[in-house]
């Protein structure tokens, strides 16, 4: 009982005098950084505030003062993220909360700046205009993509020279349009749906050996006549044009947790209309006269030979696909991070994905800014990885430029947590971007967007054993092509 209650001693003296280091070292911070707020000296308020945070002193009023220092300095993102740390302390302060409003305003992070709208008075948001209305925002875009396959006109080499029947399916130009509405039902739940239109105009060409028949000259004789022919072998061209139509419906929602958390569910269905041409082997027989003589018992001299030919059947399919993705976001300092994961189910085949993403801003703004995103795709044996880097910035006072680049092969992948999806059959080696942005003023945004595509297109051949037999058996081949894509939208915020 003795050394216990020395031992209780001893940790209530160490205790007092922690407080008391503490209570010492609190007080000129306290003082040293009121009287730099007050003379709206900055950075010098901000040095002194890391510093005491280092030490572990860390309060109301030292946050609050910090996150007011970097919004003056227009370091918004890191505003947000010492004044949010005042809020946990004391989040009823009106003064705290407009810094903290327009801290994520500045940020692009409507959604939080949705939560601390739920914390002020209603005269406060009165005196600050501000309005969250059920209607939130509505944008549309639109605009084509050009291919550069878009020259093949007629009669492509599909053969190879020495192979008896070739095919292959090539992408046009196509267009797109968009829009989608943004309901806001609670300030920590928002609402988006969205409708895709896309339109692909494609060709399948058709081309195979054949035997081409010329009559070079005819011998009459008495009663008759001879036909001389020569048989050489020839390529037949077919080719059917047609339409992809694509109706894209999406859905989704923002849900604001504690702790700067967010979940973003959603869910994505794809209509997709086509024309699907199959060929079949049909081989004709040809019958003419080589010889004809009037006096014979028999006066025709015939010859057979079997011609190869193919026939064509077109018929019109529907099908409908979609993705399912959820993710989970963390705000926290001058980065956000992502981890998202979809199941979907396009082209009759199953993927999933799982992606990491990562975006920073360094000098706590808009100014600068960058995302680094990586994907694992899985579809059955298939694997890939997905990288993609966004680097953008501030040009104008009004203008923003955004560079991407997205590398890996992306066919039957969805990007963006489900939003984009691409799921045309062929394959997609990168995607580089470039984008405009201008803020027409507090509702109106209008943007420029430019992506190049370099991509695959299959086509399949048929040749003939090497063995001597009339056997043939298929070869496929990847040919490089490349599109552009260009669009423009505008976003109206109410």
Known sequence: MKGFSVTGFLIILFSFSHVAKSQDRFRPIDSATYRLFAEKKWDSLIYTGKEAIRDGIDYYYLRLRMGVAEFQKQKYVKASQHLFKAATFNSSDPYLQEFLYYSCIYSNRPEEARVVTSLMTDHLKNDLRIKNPVVDQISAEGGMTLSSENSIRE?????????????????????YAHIDLTLNLSPEINLNGGY??????????????????????VTQFPGGYTNHYTWSPGVVNDHFTYNVTQH????????????RFSLRPFVHVVNVHSTNIQSSYNPQTVTDTIVYDGQALNPYVLYTYSKPGYTYVLKDTSFTDFVASLSLTKTFSIFETALAGSYSNLNNKRQFQLAGTV???PLGNLNLYGTTMVTGFFQGKNKRLIVGQVAGGKLFRRL?????????????????????????SDKIDYRIGADLYYILSKHIQIYLMYQYFEKENLSTYYIYDTTGSNNSHPKTEYKHYHTNSFIGGIKWKF
Not at 205 to 212: L, N, P, R
């Open 155 to 175: 009669n492509p080499d599909l053969m190879k020279g020495d192979s008896i029947y070739g095919e292959t399916d090539l992408y046009r130009d196509s267009y």
């Open 400 to 424: 923003w430029a955004e560079g991407s680049i997205v590398y890996g092969n992306l066919t039957n992948t969805n990007l963006n947590n489900g939003l984009v999806i691409y799921n045309n």
């Open 359 to 361: 975006s920073y801003y």
């Open 248 to 259: 894209e419906f999406y859905i989704n929602s923002v849900i604001s947790l504690s702790g």
């Open 196 to 217: 895709n239109y896309l339109n692909f105009s494609k060709v399948k060409y058709f081309q195979y050996g054949t035997i081409v028949e010329k009559l070079d000259s």
